[in-house]
Each structure stands twice: as structure tokens, then as C-alpha cells.
């Protein structure tokens, strides 16, 4: 394997995906790697991307956001529009996750009473209903 290429499999085996994977992020203009024949060979520019691409999907951000975020980088400004556009985006999403977390912990809180609500009347403890 040369440091400057590497095979779809390769990448595969690096990053954990499967080739259907890069040749999706390929088709969506997210990584330009280099084609021989039917070969395709990823630079560490690929690399680079994909490893940001991961991590932007593991956040939750969309394709299209990685995408314009990708495409700063080539600004020429030392990546300082790409750093406070991804700092946005970034803030952003971080406020969309921690009212996630909120909501899902009052269901989790809901669903344990509804739960214990109906193991009481299964078992017939039900203050209610043995009043009655």
C-alpha cells in the first residue's frame, strides 16, 4: 500500500465502511478519487474528507451541510470562513442534541410510570382499583 493512494478496500478496512459507502459519498461529490479502469484510488485529500464526513454524520449533521463545509476549505483563508462556518453549525446542532436528550429523558420518565402503572394493575396492587 503507498502512503499517497489507497485501494477502496483499503479504505474500507481503515474507516469501517463498506464500498457501497465510499462509492455513495463518491456519487454525491464528497470524495474524487482517482480512477484506473474500474480501480478507484483515494489520496490522502479523500482521506481527509472522509474522515470529516464521518464525523459530521455522527453528529448529525446532513450530507448537504458536510458538503458546504467541505467546500470552504478551499477559501484560501486558512480555513478560518470553514472553522466559523462548522463553529455555526457546530453550535447549532449541539442545541438541537441537548433538547433531544431533554425530550427523550421525559419519555424515558413517562414510559417507566406507564410501565409501573400497569405492573400494579397486573398484579392487582392498584390502590384504585382495590379500594373499589
Not at 48 to 69: C, N, Y
Amino acid at each position: 500500500m503507498s502512503e499517497e493512494v489507497m485501494t477502496i478496500r483499503e479504505m474500507c478496512d481503515a474507516f469501517d465502511v463498506t464500498p457501497r459507502t465510499l462509492r455513495f459519498y463518491e456519487s454525491k461529490e464528497l470524495l474524487f478519487p482517482i480512477r484506473e479502469g474500474q480501480k478507484r484510488l483515494f489520496t490522502r485529500r479523500d482521506r481527509a474528507r472522509l474522515k470529516l464526513i464521518l464525523r459530521g454524520k455522527r453528529f448529525g449533521f446532513s450530507l448537504e451541510d458536510i458538503r458546504q463545509l467541505l467546500d470552504l476549505y478551499a477559501m484560501g483563508d486558512q480555513q478560518k470562513t470553514q472553522l466559523a462556518e462548522t463553529l455555526k453549525l457546530a453550535r447549532q446542532r449541539h442545541q438541537e442534541m441537548i433538547a433531544q436528550r431533554d425530550e427523550l429523558g421525559q419519555a424515558i420518565v413517562e414510559l417507566g410510570e406507564q410501565i409501573e402503572l400497569v405492573e400494579r394493575e397486573l398484579s392487582g396492587s392498584d390502590p384504585e382499583t382495590s379500594a373499589a
